[in-house]
């Protein structure tokens, strides 16, 4: 993400960051070991997926 607060994008959904988490040494309570986090560039919106 850019640190001046300006998007390359023009729309929403049009370029979207995404990372995936190493394993974790402590599984969630359904038994996940990742999560995956995401951020539209446009709309600044985060997702986070286990």
Known sequence: LRKNGASKSKEIL?????????????????????FLFTTDDFFRKMWIYF
């Open 14 to 34: 049009e370029l979207i960051h995404a990372d995936l988490s190493s394993p974790l040494l402590v599984a969630s309570l359904l038994s996940t070991r990742y």
